[in-house]
């Protein structure tokens, strides 16, 4: 069964498998923070769902990092789109106490370090929560990320987000399920544990 990715800038991607299209960390305002942003006629079609991003079936995001999650947009998204389904984590969902309380927003809540399976739209997610890649003097240690395992018609997707260089957390997971497209962090290759990752994970495919 084929599956199509869309880049929209940064991490942002949107996947196509089955008939089914999600929007994973693509509402972002990576320019406040070094990144790039959606470009504008790509930003206004993902708000107006036009092609090709209509017929979303969920959004997900995997922490609260402006380059990943912006949450004026995602309000603004939820305006135009009420029927949605997003899922952020709670640091998230915290940025948007009127769409909580609309039902529009999905919270990833603390378990932890335990990890939370649902089904959004006939799509099976399952999160596993990891601490952030370290930044400078061990800065984003206070940040949960959580890595997203989404099955597809049996097809398994993993998006780590900026989840940090942990080979045997990885592992763990690569050992419960056979990944088939591994979405790999473009930092995970200019570092040594980054790429035994990689190669511990043994997808079939990886998105880069």
Same mark, same amino acid.
């Given at each position: 069964?084929?599956?199509?990715? $869309?880049?929209?800038?940064?991490?942002? =991607?949107?996947?196509?498998? #089955?008939?089914?299209?999600?929007?994973?960390?693509?509402?972002?305002?990576?320019?406040?923070?070094?990144?790039?942003?959606?470009?504008?006629?790509?930003? !206004?079609?993902?708000?107006?769902?036009?092609?090709?991003? &209509?017929?979303?079936?969920?959004?997900?995001?995997?922490?609260?990092?402006?380059?990943? %999650?912006?949450?004026?947009?995602?309000?603004?998204?939820?305006?135009?789109?009420? !029927?949605?389904?997003?899922?952020?984590?709670? @640091?998230?969902?915290?940025?948007?106490?009127?769409?909580?309380?609309?039902?529009?927003?999905? $919270?990833?809540?603390? %378990?932890?370090?335990?990890?939370?399976?649902? &089904?959004?739209?006939?799509?099976?997610?399952?999160?596993? *929560?990891?601490?952030?890649?370290?930044?400078?003097?061990?800065?984003?240690?206070?940040?949960?990320?959580?890595?997203?395992?989404?099955?597809? #018609?049996?097809?398994?997707?993993?998006?780590?987000? &900026?989840?940090?260089?942990?080979?045997?957390?990885?592992?763990?997971? #690569? @050992? *419960?399920?056979?990944?088939? =497209?591994?979405?790999?962090?473009?930092?995970?290759?200019?570092?040594?544990?980054?790429?035994?990752?990689?190669?511990?994970?043994?997808?079939?495919?990886? =998105?880069?």
């Amino acid at each position: 069964m084929d599956a199509r990715v $869309t880049l929209i800038a940064s991490n942002g =991607v949107m996947l196509e498998c #089955a008939g089914k299209k999600l929007l994973l960390d693509a509402l972002h305002n990576g320019k406040s923070v070094g990144f790039s942003n959606p470009p504008a006629d790509v930003l !206004e079609n993902i708000l107006n769902a036009g092609l090709p991003f &209509d017929n979303i079936s969920c959004l997900l995001f995997t922490h609260v990092h402006p380059d990943h %999650f912006h949450a004026p947009l995602v309000a603004q998204y939820i305006l135009a789109h009420p !029927e949605q389904t997003v899922l952020v984590p709670k @640091d998230c969902a915290d940025m948007l106490p009127e769409m909580v309380s609309r039902g529009n927003i999905s $919270t990833i809540h603390d %378990f932890n370090g335990g990890n939370i399976s649902l &089904d959004i739209s006939g799509i099976k997610v399952t999160t596993y *929560e990891s601490s952030h890649i370290k930044g400078i003097n061990n800065s984003y240690s206070d940040i949960k990320n959580y890595c997203l395992l989404i099955i597809i #018609a049996g097809k398994k997707f993993l998006f780590p987000g &900026d989840a940090d260089f942990n080979v045997d957390f990885c592992k763990n997971i #690569a @050992d *419960e399920h056979d990944i088939d =497209v591994l979405f790999t962090n473009p930092l995970y290759l200019n570092r040594p544990r980054g790429r035994r990752i990689i190669k511990a994970m043994e997808a079939k495919h990886n =998105v880069i």
